[in-house]
T-cell receptor
Framework: DVKVTQSSRYLVKRTGEKVFLECVQD?????MFWYRQDPGLGLRLIYF???????EKGDIPEGYSVSREKKERFSLILESASTNQTSMYLC???????????????FGSGTQLSVL | GDSVTQMEGPVTLSEEAFLTINCTYT??????LFWYVQYPGEGLQLLLK?????DKGSNKGFEATYRKETTSFHLEKGSVQVSDSAVYFC??????????FGKGTRLSVIA
């Protein structure tokens, strides 16, 4: 089965630090996504990528950037972490380039980030 | 834009009770509909899906029917178990845009 691996399960950072969240998938998937999950707000899309070196803003991109230098790896970057970025971050991937509407999303286990 | 509204939780049920979690959607086209489940400490995983009107998705005793006339995709299970305790997300997919998720409904099943 597909494996989506997020580098850290728990992370504690200080306000103003630059933070990297790493995500790797092992099944040659084209599409990768970053969501954040907050109580009462559900999942909100931060950024996504349908190809290497390609990125698209999601619904809440402010304060974040992403990098996709290799197909299997999609990194989320918090340029200057703030307390309102304390959240659970979930990475996901799907197989095909087109027609993502019918595709099954494979999720990592998440990174719980606390910004103090 | 497209959106999904699902019933707010938490929902607490006794073992073997009947479960319904309501989900309605707004979409301009003909979306695919999904239910994802998140067990404690894990990421989301696909529970079931339906890609066109009147389709029924089913898995692990859960069912949901794509109702175009009521724009709904309610999740049901006839007899819940403690192991079904989780957060359930309804989601909508359309064209080549990323899935839109509902806010999630937490289910607790007590023995």
């Amino acid at each position: 089965d597909v494996k989506v691996t997020q580098s850290s399960r728990y992370l504690v950072k200080r306000t103003g630090e630059k933070v990297f969240l790493e995500c790797v998938q092992d099944m040659d998937h084209e599409n990768m996504f970053w969501y954040r999950q907050d109580p009462g707000l559900g999942l909100r899309l931060i950024y996504f990528s349908y190809d290497v070196k390609m990125k698209e803003k999601g619904d809440i991109p402010e304060g974040y950037s992403v990098s996709r230098e290799k197909k299997e790896r999609f990194s989320l970057i918090l340029e200057s972490a703030s307390t309102n970025q304390t959240s659970m971050y979930l990475c996901a991937s799907t197989l095909s380039r087109g027609g993502v509407a019918n595709e099954k999303l494979f999720f990592g286990s998440g990174t719980q980030l606390s910004v103090l | 834009g497209d959106s999904v509204t699902q019933m707010e939780g938490p929902v607490t049920l006794s073992e073997e009770a009947f479960l319904t979690i309501n989900c309605t959607y707004t979409a301009t086209g003909y979306p695919s509909l999904f239910w994802y489940v998140q067990y404690p400490g894990e990421g989301l995983q696909l529970l079931l899906k339906a890609t066109k009107a009147d389709d029924k998705g089913s898995n692990k005793g859960f069912e949901a029917t794509y109702r175009k006339e009521t724009t709904s995709f309610h999740l049901e299970k006839g007899s819940v178990q403690v192991s079904d305790s989780a957060v359930y997300f309804c989601a909508l997919g359309s064209g080549n845009t990323p899935l839109v998720f509902g806010k999630g409904t937490r289910l607790s099943v007590i023995a």
